[in-house]
C-alpha cells in the first residue's frame, strides 16, 4: 500500500524533500504544510511541474497550534519537519499522539535528546522518531557509519563537510545557504567528540587544519558544534575517535572567532544609546542581511575518512563529494543533500525497515543502505 508523508515547512529543504519523496518513494501524496499557504502552494506546484505529477499538496499549518498540526497529520504515515531545530521536541509530542512517524532535520544535539526522551511514548503508539537526518548531522554520520562497517576494527573517524559558494568573494569567501540563527548555532557553543574512548567537549572555532580538495584545492577545516549529534554517545566503547569540522575557504575561521571573541554572539542584552539589544539578534540582523547579499550557486564537499585494520592488516578509506547546483531541476546543493538524505530516511521508515520508537539517527539505517541509496538521487560518490 503506497504511504502518505507529510512535509512540514514548504522553505529549501522541505521542498526538496516533497521532491525526492515524489521521485522515490512511490507516496499516494505528498503533503506539503506551511504556515503560509502561498509559500506552500508555489513549493507544491513546483514539484508537480518537476516530477510530472499532481501527487504534492499544498496545505496551511501552524506547526505551534496543536490543531492545526494534528489536522494536517490526519491521514499521514510519516511526517518531515523541515522547521528550526527548537520546535522539533514539541511537533514530535503531536506526532506521537497522532500515531505519525517523523523524521527531522536536527541541528542541536541537546534538543535532539529531547526529542529521543519520547521512546517509551513512540513505542506503545507504534510509530518512529528519528532526530537528525539532514547533512551535518545526517548524511555525513551515514558516511561515518559506512567506513565503520567495512573495516574489521576502527581506531577513527573523521568528518568533513562545507556549503560554499561556486564563486567565492573576498574577505569571508561564504554564502549563506541556510538561516543566519542555524550558523551560529554551529559557530558557537561546544562540539561533542570521542577521543580516546572518551567524550569530549571541544570549544568551536578551534584546531584549525588545511585540507586539499580535489577541484578546489586547499581548504579549511575547523571545529563547529551538532554535525556529530549522538553518536559519540552511541559509538562510544565500540571506536575510540570520531569527530566532525565544518570545510571553509581560508581566511573564513579567523573572521567568525572575531565576532565570536568580541561578544558579537552574546545573548545577555546590553544597552545602547538607552535601549536593551541583545548582541546575537542585532548581529542576525545585520551581518544575516548583508551575508544575504551573495548570491551565487552553491557546492559541498564532504570526506569522510576511517583508520583502522582489515583482515589483521593496517587499513585506511575515504569518500569524498563534491555536489553541485542542480541546472535541471534549480535544487542548490544544499538542499540536494539535506532534503534527499532526509527522504531517504523517512522512506526507510513508511516501508518498515526502520525500529519503531525514538531511534538515534545512527542506528536507525546502515551506513552501507544509506550510500546505496543517495548514490541513486545522482548524489556521486569517490571511495579511495
Not at 54 to 70: F, I, P, Q, R, W
Not at 168 to 191: R, S
Not at 236 to 264: A, V, W
Request: aromatic share 8%; with cysteine; hydrophobic share 40%.
Amino acid at each position: 500500500m503506497n504511504k502518505t508523508y507529510a512535509v512540514l515547512g514548504a522553505g529549501m529543504q522541505g521542498t526538496a524533500a516533497a521532491y525526492d519523496l515524489v521521485k522515490h518513494a512511490n507516496p499516494a501524496r505528498v503533503l506539503l504544510g506551511d504556515v503560509s499557504f502561498d509559500q506552500a502552494k508555489a513549493a507544491a506546484d513546483r514539484v508537480n511541474r518537476l516530477t510530472g505529477t499532481e501527487k504534492c499538496e499544498a496545505h496551511k499549518v501552524d506547526a505551534m497550534n496543536e490543531a492545526s498540526l494534528g489536522g494536517f497529520l490526519n491521514d499521514a504515515d510519516v511526517l518531515l519537519s523541515c522547521v528550526p531545530y527548537w520546535m522539533h521536541p514539541r511537533i514530535a509530542k503531536v506526532a506521537v499522539a497522532n500515531k505519525t512517524s517523523m523524521v527531522d532535520l536536527g541541528g542541536n544535539t541537546d534538543i535532539t535528546h529531547e526529542t529521543l526522551a519520547l521512546d517509551e511514548a513512540a513505542k506503545a503508539a507504534g510509530v518512529t522518531l528519528i532526530p537528525d537526518t539532514g547533512l551535518a548531522p545526517g548524511l555525513v554520520n551515514s558516511l561515518g557509519m559506512y567506513l565503520i562497517e567495512n573495516l574489521d576494527q576502527t581506531d577513527s573517524v573523521k568528518l568533513y563537510c562545507g556549503v560554499l559558494p561556486q564563486n567565492p568573494v573576498a574577505p569571508l569567501n561564504y554564502k549563506l545557504t541556510f538561516n543566519v540563527e542555524g550558523l551560529v548555532t554551529e559557530y558557537d557553543y561546544q562540539a561533542v567528540t570521542l577521543r580516546n574512548g572518551e567524550i569530549h567537549m571541544v570549544d568551536t572555532l578551534t584546531e584549525l587544519e588545511e585540507l586539499e580538495i580535489d577541484g578546489l584545492g586547499k581548504m579549511e577545516a575547523f571545529v563547529t558544534s551538532g554535525g556529530t549529534s549522538t553518536a559519540p554517545y552511541t559509538l562510544k566503547g565500540r571506536i575510540p575517535n570520531y569527530e566532525y569540522k565544518t570545510i571553509r575557504f581560508p581566511g573564513h575561521c579567523q573572521f567568525m572567532k572575531l565576532f565570536k571573541d568580541s561578544g558579537l554572539w552574546g545573548e545577555q542584552p546590553v544597552t545602547v544609546g538607552g535601549a536593551q539589544v541583545k548582541p546575537r539578534e542585532l548581529w542576525y540582523k545585520v551581518f544575516g542581511d548583508y551575508l544575504a547579499t551573495f548570491q551565487d550557486q552553491d557546492m559541498c564537499a564532504i570526506r569522510a575518512v576511517g583508520h583502522g585494520t582489515k583482515e589483521g592488516q593496517p587499513k585506511s578509506l575515504q569518500i569524498d563529494i563534491l555536489d553541485k547546483q542542480c541546472p535541471e531541476t534549480g535544487f542548490t546543493s544544499m538542499e540536494r543533500l539535506t532534503g534527499f538524505s532526509m527522504a531517504l530516511y523517512a522512506k526507510e521508515v513508511a516501508e518498515g525497515r526502520t525500529p519503531k520508537g525514538a531511534v538515534r539517527y545512527e542506528q536507525a539505517v546502515t551506513g552501507t543502505t544509506f550510500v546505496e541509496e543517495i548514490q541513486k538521487r545522482g548524489i556521486e560518490l569517490h571511495f579511495r
